[in-house]
Each structure stands twice: as C-alpha cells, then as structure tokens.
C-alpha cells in the first residue's frame, strides 16, 4: 500500500456469523470496522499504533457520527474508503464512505481524533505532523449533518450496567464497540425488528473502565431522537443520540 495515499479503501465480506437477527450488518460491528479502516490508513502513512507508542502516545476517537440508507447483508460484500478532510492543532476530522459491491452509497461515517500523550493526558498538537498536511484531502467532504451538541437528558427510563473483562481493551479502557452495544441493548428485539439505527451520534467525554458501576440514562420520548447518556458516578462518560427509523 502507498504511504502516500491519500484515499484507503478496504474491500469486506459479511458472513452470517457476523450479522444481526435481521439477517444485516450491526452497527457494533459496522464501528468496529471504521475503528479498524482509520488504524489501517495511519498504518499505512508510518503513524499508526505501533509508530506513535514508541513516543508513548496514541490516537484517541473523541466523537462518532453515523448514517446509512442501509447495511450491508448478509454475504453481500461492502466497502470503507477514508480520508482526513481537515485538522487543527487538537483534532483531525477523519471521514468514512460505506458502499455495496456495485457502488452505490449505503452510508457515511464522520470521526474526530486527537492525539494523546499517556503521560500527561494532553493532547499534542498535530499540525506539527508533517503527514497530515501532506496527505490530508480537503476536496472530498462527507454530505451528512454534523453531529448536533450534546446537552442534559430528562430521562424517560434508567437502567444499571457493570463493565467486566471482555469490556475492555488494550488501554484496559471500555471498548468504544461496547459502547455501541450498550446502547442498543436498551431496545429490545421486538423494536429492532421494526426499527434499525438510521443515525448514530456519540461523544466520548471519559474513559469507563474494569469494574466501573454504569447508568445508561435514557430519554426516548422521539424515535427519531433517542438521547442516552451512559454515566459513572454521577458524570456522563459518553453520550449519544439515536435517530431510529422504521424497517422496510
């Protein structure tokens, strides 16, 4: 691969064990994907995990937006293409596009990261990375909304979750696809057979960790404006809208 590419893209195959009850793409797995196709493109310029741990440092999501017309099904292949469009001292703006074997657009992704120093827990200035002003693509733009701020919930129900072992991840920090699952596990099967996440929208504020005692509060009052909060000790860790949409 060209450590100059500017565009990435990965060719996937869904098989049934990865898919939902709906015989589809979960989002769990579809963020998962996207996690993977930004390590790969940093991998690919010299400066993925294995490049910046060296500096004790690492890149860090701090937010997510999701849209799709559809997913990807079962034994259908799919592709991810990605590019950074833009970047300032703090955060790089890493864009995703989601396509069936033929071409056609099911969906796009919108990430922000920063930069890390494990030490410190401050954020180091990437415009100092000579590779992202080389590399970045400000033409190509991703046509969904941004993602909407985030402000307090009056919630319509709570429920209570510990994080355990297979929870976490290298960092020993709570995985960002168990986020996502967390998430819609606070709908149950019945719902997700007559509704599929349209648009996903997530803020990570801190790290939840091993052990850590969880409330998932909850306002879905608006189908196509589930806000959900997951909060330890009394501060939102991650927070997320949920624009559901009725199944075909």
């Keep these: 691969m060209d ?9 996937y195959h869904l098989t049934a064990d990865q ?6 793409m979960p989002m769990s797995l ?3 994907k996207i996690i993977d196709i930004a390590t790969l493109h ?11 741990v060296r500096d004790n440092q690492g890149w860090v999501l701090t937010r997510l937006t999701v849209e799709m017309r559809r997913m990807p099904r079962v034994n259908e292949h799919y592709s991810l293409s990605t590019w950074i469009e833009e ?3 703090h955060f790089s703006v890493r864009h995703m596009e989601i396509a069936d074997e033929q ?7 919108s990430t922000i990261w920063c930069v890390i120093d494990f030490t410190t827990r401050v954020s180091v200035d990437i415009t100092k990375l000579e590779y992202i002003s080389r590399n ?3 033409t190509k733009q991703c046509p969904i909304a941004p993602q909407r701020r985030m402000t307090n919930i009056t919630p319509t129900r709570t429920a209570t979750h510990e994080f355990t072992y297979t929870d976490c991840d290298i960092n020993s920090h709570v995985n960002t696809v168990r986020y996502v699952e967390l998430l819609l596990n ?8 007559g509704f599929f996440a349209h648009r996903l929208e997530m803020s990570f504020v801190k790290e939840c960790r091993y052990h850590n005692q969880a409330i998932v509060v909850i306002d879905d009052n608006a189908m196509n404006d589930c806000r959900l909060d997951i909060v330890v000790d009394e501060t939102p860790r991650v927070r997320a809208r949920i624009s559901f949409a009725p199944r075909e």
């Excluded at 450590?3 to 060719?11: A, M, P, S, T």
């Excluded at 898919?19 to 589809?24: D, G, K, V």
């Excluded at 071409?103 to 992704?109: E, F, I, M, P, R």
Aim: hydrophobic content about 40%; proline content about 4%.
């Design 42 to 52: 940093a991998n690919a310029w010299g400066v993925g995990y294995d490049r910046l």
């Design 19 to 24: 898919c939902n009850p709906q015989q589809e």
């Design 136 to 138: 970045a693509l400000p």
């Design 30 to 32: 579809l963020v998962s």
């Design 103 to 109: 071409g056609t657009v099911l969906g796009y992704a």
């Design 87 to 89: 970047y300032n001292r």
């Design 186 to 193: 606070q709908f149950d099967l019945d719902f997700h057979r």
């Design 3 to 11: 450590n100059d590419i500017k565009l990435f893209k990965q060719v």
